[in-house]
C-alpha cells in the first residue's frame, strides 16, 4: 500500500477450508452485462474469456498483483485516507453488495483497487447463508439492486432490476428444483426399478405355474410395496451420506416385515401370494446392494460408500499440544479409529503425507499454538488432497475450526457435539414430535383438565405438530456454542432436574452428542406436566 500510494482498498489470496482457491478473491464490476453472463451460468462455462468471465476475472492470473474493480468482504485492507473521503459501508444493504458499494465508491473517489496474492486467508464459507439456499438468492439479487439504483443511470438501473427480478425467480425456482431433484431422483428411481423388479418376479411365477394374479390387485399392490420399501429405507438411513450398505439391507428387511404384517391383516380376497413378498424382498435387498456399489464406481463423487464411520486423525504440534487436543477428542468423539500424534519438527511434511497416502480419508488438526496461521496455510496448499480434511485446534479451546467433513468445503465445526445433526437423528426426533403431537392434540379435551395454562398448552402442540418447535430442545443460557436445533417446550435439564448454569450447559451437551429418539421419549414422560410452559 505504501508502495502504491494510489490503492484505497486491497484484497488477497483467500482459500475455502480444504486449500481450494476462491475465485471471488478479485472480481469486477457486476454491470447489467457481467451480471446477465453470472445469473444464466455463461461464466461458470468460460470462466477465462474476457467476455463472459468478468465476474470473477478468471482471465487474471490468480498467482499476480492485478489492478480489480471489486474486492470482497471476507478481507479488504482499507486506505483511511479513502475511507475519509467516500464514507464507510452503507447500511442500506443487510448481508450482500456493501463490499461491492464501498469497492466502487473507493474507485469513483479517484482510487484503485487490487488484488494481491502475496498473502493469503483461509475463508470459511456459508456461515450466514447457504448458497443452495432460496433465501440466499433472494437476499444477494435484491442487493444488486441497491447497488444498480444507486450507482447506474436511471436506464440501466431500470434495465439491471430487470434482468435482476427475473434472476431472483429464475434462480430460486432453479434452487427449489434442484433441492427436490438431489433428494428425491434416487428415491424415485429406486421406487421405479422395484415395481419392475416385482412385475418381473410376477410374470417369471406366472411362467413357471399359469397362475395369473389378478391385475387390479397388483396395479395398486407392487406401487405400495414399492413405497413401503422405500420409505423403511428411508427411516433407516440409506438415503443419507455417506452411504452405509447395512442401512439399505435394514431398510429392506424392515419394508419386507411391515408389507408381511399388513398383508396378514387383508380379507382373503386380497391376499394373493406371499411369494412376491418374500422373493421381492430378497431382491430389493440384493438391487440395493449391486446399485450401490456400481453407482460408487460410475459417480464416487456423487455416491460415496461409507463402510466405516470411524475416523482417523493426525495432529500435529508440539507433545503436549497434541496430548490435550487427543484428549479432547477422546473424551468428545466415540468414533476414532486412530490418532497419528505428528510432533512439529523439519520432517512434518514428509509425515503428513505418509499419512495421507496410507489412508483413505483422513483429517489433519493443526495446534495453532505451535504454527503460525502463514503456516497451516502453506500445509493446506502442500497437502490439498480429495481424502484430506483440515482443521484447527485453537489454545485453550474445546472446539476446533474448520471444513465439517470431507464433503463440505467449510463450516464451523465443534468435533464434540454433531449427533444429533446426524441427518437420520434429525428425521427421527421430526417424525417423534409430529406423531406424538398429533396423539396430544387428539387427547386434548382430556389433557386440558390436568394443566393450568390451557391456551399455552394448545399453541406448544401446535407448533410442535407443524414444525415450528420440537418436545425437547436445549435450555436457554446466555452463552453456548451448541448445533441449531428447534427450540423445545423441554429442556435435557428438567429430567435431571438441574439448576445450577454448569449443570444445564452440561446436559444441553450431552443431550446434543449423545441424542438419540428414546432420550426424547424419557423427557416428555417425566416432564409431561410442563407441556404448558410458555416459550
Known sequence: MNEHPDAGGLGVNMIDGKGNFLPESKRGLPTPSVAFYKIFGLSRLFPRSKKFGKYHLGYLSKEETHEIEILSGAFMLMRKEALDKV?????????YGEDIDLSWRIILGGYKNYYYPGTRIIHYKGESTKKTSVNYVFVFYKAMIIFAKKHFSQKNARTFSFLINMAIYFRAGIAILNRFIRKSILPLADMLIIIAILFGIHVLYKNQTGIDWPKEVLYISLPVYAIVWAISTLYSGGYDRPIKLFNYLKGSGVGTIIILVAYAL????????RLLILTGGVSVGLYYLISRLLLSKIIPSKIKLGFNDNKIFAITGDSMEIERVENLLNQTNNKIKKVYPIVKNQNTSNKLNEVIALNREVEIIFCAKNFSAHEIISFMLQLNAKNVDFKIAQPDSLYLIGSNSIETKGDLYTVNINSITNANKRRNKRTFDFSFSFILLLLYPILFLFYKDKISLIQNLWNIWIGKYSFVGYAPLNETKLPKIKPGILFPSD?????????IARTNLIYARDYK???????????????????
Open 495 to 503: 429430567k435431571e432436574k438441574a439448576t445450577d448454569e454448569t449443570m
Open 517 to 535: 429418539i428414546r432420550v426424547d421419549l424419557g423427557i416428555l414422560f417425566s416432564s409431561i406436566g410442563k407441556l404448558d410452559r410458555k416459550v
Open 87 to 95: 464514507g464507510l459501508l452503507d447500511e442500506s444493504f443487510f448481508m
Open 266 to 273: 387383508l380379507p382373503d380376497q386380497y391376499r394373493f401370494s
